[in-house]
């Protein structure tokens, strides 16, 4: 009973849960958090398709119009009672304005709605005034969250602006307060403002923009404090005066960090900057272009990748009390023709002060004082001085030389001799900044016995001529330890480098300038000896012993085999670079420049800032290499930070092959070929790239095949206004972003290449057209397949198309091509490349179907598609038979089964091998014939008129029927009692003969014959002679049943005991023999 009652309560609990889900899941929350305002869903007001139109110049679209025709607006628009609309939710379905309000100066308040899918604006605020806007939800999907266009004295608090153009955008307005509002994920920029006055932007979130994240474009005396601005792809705070100014602007305490360009960029006049932190921003911390006599005090620029602060062509301005660490290049940069700037109690750690070029004039204006402190220690700076000597130079963190010349230099940190001559430098520790010595514009000095670590560039000489580098050691440099850039005459000798090497600058030097350096063996890196060969063919291995670095200028013919250094070409053809190993750091493991015919072969660069460098270099080729863990620490001076930390740079080169390499693991792309065209790109396994596998820019006519393009963290291949390019077999899967980004390129094509598992398969911006993709396989992308902008690409050649994740269609014909067009979003593909597996029922033998010896006969019928073949085969055996859909199993192998149930398997294919579902039928295979045991009476035992009871066991696992005959005669009638055992499959029957039919027997004796069939045939007979003698008065035993019949089918007895076991294993209730045989079944 408790069995029972258990399972009436489960059957209940099956019963309730469906109306329990569905009143859960079809039940509505009540109540909706909208930032800090909670909005009651009973109350919201679901305005789908309405464009609300306010104009106060026009009666019917008044306020007081509005507020007595509509529930959801109500008030009088006094500052006490304001009108207000609240808790409305607007899909505008693309109509231009969600809200419009024009030519208002009542006071209103609009909050907690929900504002989306307008084409404009979601809000638009037009010569309006004492508007509030708070804790709405403004996604607008369209050109602009919210405008305000000559609109004043409005407030905007605690609003989120997604996903829109610009998230804000103000015209000619002043006097707006914008506080604690979300501003993310807009396409433009986040706040646009033009020709707006006296606004205040306060504790506002402006992050993740696709332009910038505040961007004044004229505008004076706004207030810009306590924002959080970061992770926009252009400046962070951008004061923009170029054509109308932006001056007497308030910036402070904002946290302005992560963006792609500058934290912040000022180009107007009288601008205060207090107090921001401006930190790790991609080019530069804080950025004063143009104009003058902005103040930049107390603000934290650390660890951007230029400069903390740069002054360009800005005079007059007051840097003050700053703390600049650890930023890549220089702490404070004075660039061009920026003059007369005051530059006072800034604290500086890891990098100091520089002027990049500039005149002398210029640069000799500026007022740098000793309150100035690098690394702890006070900053020098002299202007027209003869004859300085240490005492000059006393704590010295940086020494900063103008115009001056007969100068010893001793223990002055970090040196910059501009326009100066016949200075003595030496024994100067110049560690930890961008550049240790920086020599410009500077003649016939001696730098000698200096030391330095941790630099981007030991020592730099720049527009110089007649200097001398002897027997300084700098280790470390993330770029160059020594680096000459379009200088004459540089004596090198006896330096010693480790962990960098030597650098000639080639894009901007002259041949004749690169000819006149002069370097001599002393000079050592890693331990080993720095080579420098001009003018020289058929250098071999003798040449190159115990090498830590190779230059060679003009050199042809070299062999370059078994070392591990850093190989450099200027102009040098026919080179073979071979078996070289490259794993300690060097800014370019190998560089070519204008070098053509070399053959990389064989080589392993690992750990450099790029791995592989081809710069105006043609028909070469890099085979078989390995390129790994390029580190892009340094190489920031000539290119976008998108070539740092490349395997393999190919830059204004033409016609070289990549073929056959391993380029994986590097900071940057794998390969970045950068306007150059013909590239081929073949057989290369580009994997696990942080920035992407690879990067085609301003490149056509590029063969990219067969190439792996797998699990790199950006994009898989990308491709920039790049044209005529193919892409053809390459396997391009698990990418973090798209497989293929295509962005102003055309005319490209894409062909049997498998984009599988990528954020998109493919996706084309707007500005790539014509471009053709088929005999593709697009597999389980997550977002999507494939994705256009623009409606321009061909996804089919006009017979094929492309395989797809989720096509749906059907290929009747099995010509491989599905016979719908396939639709994605506003895209067709209408050859889409589509097999169907067949279909197919197996219509004979049938599941429990029994056979003999004989293999049975099979029929399948083809429900859907075309059949070409069809295989089977038994239980989990992997070898298979072939055969058409009507047919035998194979009689061999049946044959050698026994007894008992077997499996088969069927599959069928199509013509190009597709496989249906297998589908399987169990069958019996029985040979065994029953087995007959009388077990009562005794042969030749004699009975009376009393008939016989007969007692047989038969043993058989799918016995059928029981007959038997007496004198070959078959009672017309019979009562069979049986017996069965369910675990020895036992029969034990009990047979008693008609009375009349025994009667009618003659005395003597009686032959009775027991058959036993199984159900496939087998049949077994046993039988026994009695002796009939009515006048003998010995009674044979006899049971007290009476009447048989002749035959009986054993299986419907099976099928009622198989429910009766299962019965009483469940209630305990059949009452069961010793032996657990079910007791007694009366047929």
Not at 491 to 513: H, M, P, Q, W
Not at 718 to 732: K, V, Y
Not at 969 to 986: E, R
Request: aromatic letters at 14%.
């Amino acid at each position: 009973m408790e069995k029972n009652n258990k399972i009436i309560a489960f059957l209940l609990v099956l019963c309730i849960i469906p109306n329990l889900s569905k009143q859960f899941f079809n039940g509505k929350n009540n109540s909706l958090k909208v930032e800090k305002s909670s909005i009651n869903i009973s109350t919201v007001w679901d305005l789908t398709g309405v464009s609300i139109q306010i104009n106060n110049l026009e009666p019917s679209k008044s306020w007081n119009k509005i507020a007595s025709d509509n529930e959801w607006c109500f008030g009088n628009g006094t500052w006490n009672n304001p009108y207000i609309i609240e808790n409305i939710s607007i899909n505008s379905l693309g109509l231009l304005n969600s809200i419009e309000i024009k030519n208002s100066n009542d006071f209103f308040i609009i909050r907690n709605s929900l504002l989306y899918n307008s084409s404009y604006n979601s809000i638009a605020l037009l010569n309006t005034t004492n508007g509030r806007i708070i804790y709405n939800n403004l996604s607008g999907l369209g050109s602009r969250g919210i405008t305000f266009d000559y609109s004043n004295n409005n407030t905007m608090i605690g609003n989120i602006v997604t996903n829109n153009g610009y998230g804000i955008y103000l015209s000619n307005s002043r006097t707006n307060t914008f506080i604690q509002n979300k501003i993310k994920f807009n396409n433009y920029h986040g706040i646009y403002s033009y020709l707006s006055d006296n606004n205040t932007f306060l504790l506002n979130n402006i992050s993740y923009n696709g332009f910038g994240g505040l961007f004044i474009n004229g505008g004076d005396y706004n207030n810009i404090s306590y924002n959080t601005i970061k992770f926009n792809q252009e400046n962070g705070i951008d004061l923009y005066s170029y054509f109308n100014p932006a001056n007497f602007n308030f910036v402070m305490q904002n946290n302005v960090s992560y963006n792609q360009y500058s934290g912040m960029q000022i180009t107007g006049h009288n601008n205060y900057i207090l107090k921001n932190s401006v930190n790790f921003n991609l080019r530069i911390g804080i950025l004063l272009l143009g104009d003058s006599q902005n103040i930049v005090e107390n603000n934290t620029c650390n660890s951007n990748s230029e400069s903390g602060l740069r002054v360009q062509s800005s005079s007059n301005n007051n840097l003050t009390m700053n703390y600049l660490a650890n930023n890549k290049k220089w702490a404070i940069e004075l660039i061009d023709t920026s003059e007369n700037n005051t530059i006072t109690q800034n604290v500086m750690v890891g990098s100091d002060i520089g002027f990049p070029f500039g005149s002398v004039s210029s640069m000799s204006s500026q007022s740098i004082d000793t309150t100035n402190l690098v690394n702890g220690k006070k900053v020098y700076y002299y202007t027209h001085e003869i004859g300085l000597n240490p005492n000059n130079f006393t704590n010295s963190g940086q020494t900063i030389l103008v115009n001056c010349s007969g100068s010893n230099i001793v223990n002055a940190g970090g040196i910059g001799l501009y326009y100066s001559n016949n200075n003595s430098v030496y024994e100067n520790d110049f560690s930890s900044r961008y550049y240790g010595i920086f020599i410009y514009e500077s003649n016939y000095n001696n730098i000698t016995n200096n030391s330095g670590y941790g630099n981007s560039r030991g020592i730099m000489v720049q527009d110089s001529l007649n200097n001398s580098l002897s027997n300084n050691s700098i280790l470390e440099s993330t770029e160059f330890g020594i680096y000459i850039i379009d200088s004459l005459y540089t004596k090198v000798t006896g330096n010693k480098l480790r962990g960098c090497g030597f650098g000639l600058d080639a894009e901007i030097s002259i041949y004749s300038e690169l000819a006149s350096q002069e370097f001599d063996l002393t000079n050592t890196v890693n331990g080993g000896i720095f080579y420098y060969y001009k003018n020289r063919s058929n250098l071999g291995t003798d040449n190159f012993s115990n090498a830590g670095q190779i230059i060679l200028l003009n050199c042809s013919y070299a062999d370059i085999k078994g070392i591990n250094a850093s190989v450099t070409l200027y102009y040098s053809d026919y080179v073979t670079i071979s078996y070289v190993n490259i794993s300690l750091y060097f800014n370019y493991g190998i560089y070519l420049y204008e070098s053509n015919y070399a053959n990389i072969t064989s080589v392993i660069v690992s750990n450099s800032s790029i791995g592989i460098y081809l710069r105006s270099s043609y028909f070469n080729k890099i085979v078989s290499s390995t390129i790994y863990n390029s580190t892009g620490t340094g190489a920031w001076e000539f290119f976008h930070s998108r070539t740092i930390g490349t395997g393999v740079l190919i830059s204004s080169s033409m016609d070289n092959v990549i073929i056959n390499n391993s380029i994986f693991l590097n900071i940057g792309y794998g390969l970045h070929i950068r306007n150059g065209d013909r590239t081929g790109v073949y057989d290369n396994n580009i994997i696990e790239n942080k920035e992407g596998g690879i990067f085609i820019e301003y490149s056509n006519d590029i063969a990219i095949s067969k190439n792996r393009i797998d699990e790199n963290i950006g994009v898989g291949v990308t491709f920039r206004g790049s044209d005529l390019n193919n892409l053809r077999s390459n396997s391009i899967k698990n990418n973090h972003k798209s497989g293929v980004f295509l962005i102003a390129s055309d005319d490209n094509q894409f062909f049997m290449n498998i984009f599988q598992s990528n954020t998109y398969g493919i996706y084309l911006t707007y500005s790539a057209t014509n471009n053709l993709v088929y005999n593709n396989s697009f597999f389980e992308n997550v977002i999507q397949d494939a994705y256009e902008e623009f409606l321009n690409t061909q996804w089919d050649d006009g017979l094929i198309g492309n395989s797809w994740t989720n096509y749906i269609g059907k290929d009747i014909n099995d010509d491989g091509i599905g016979d719908s067009a396939y639709y994605f979003d506003r895209s067709v593909d209408n050859y889409p490349l589509w097999w169907d597996a067949p279909k197919f029922e197996i219509l004979n033998p049938h599941i429990g179907d029994f056979f003999g010896i004989y293999s049975p006969e099979f029929s399948l019928n083809i429900t859907e598609g075309t059949a070409s073949s069809v295989k089977y085969s038994f239980n989990n055996e992997t070898t298979s038979y072939s055969s058409s859909i009507n047919g035998f199993v194979d009689q061999d192998r049946w044959d050698l089964f026994g007894s008992g149930e077997i499996n088969i398997l069927f599959s069928v294919n199509d013509s190009r091998g597709v496989a249906a579902e297998t589908k399987r039928v169990s069958i019996i295979k029985d040979i065994e014939s029953p087995n007959i045991t009388i077990l009562s009476p005794d042969a030749f035992q004699v009975f009376n008129s009393t008939p016989p009871h007969f007692i047989l066991e038969i043993v058989d696992t799918y016995l059928f029927m029981l007959t038997y005959t007496v004198n070959n005669q078959t009672p017309a009638s019979h009562n069979i009692i049986t017996i069965l055992d369910l675990y020895s499959k036992i029969y034990t029957c009990h047979i008693n003969l008609d009375t009349q039919f025994w009667d009618g027997l003659p005395n003597g004796e009686i032959i009775i014959k027991f058959y036993a069939n199984d159900t496939v045939g087998n049949r077994e007979f046993k039988e026994i002679t009695i002796i009939k003698n009515v006048t003998d008065t010995t009674e044979a035993p006899s049971d007290t049943s009476s009447a048989s019949i002749s035959a009986f089918p054993i299986f419907p007895v099976l099928g009622f005991m198989f429910i009766a076991s299962i019965f009483y294993y469940y209630s305990k209730k059949v009452t069961t023999t010793k032996n657990n045989s079910i007791s007694s079944f009366f047929l």
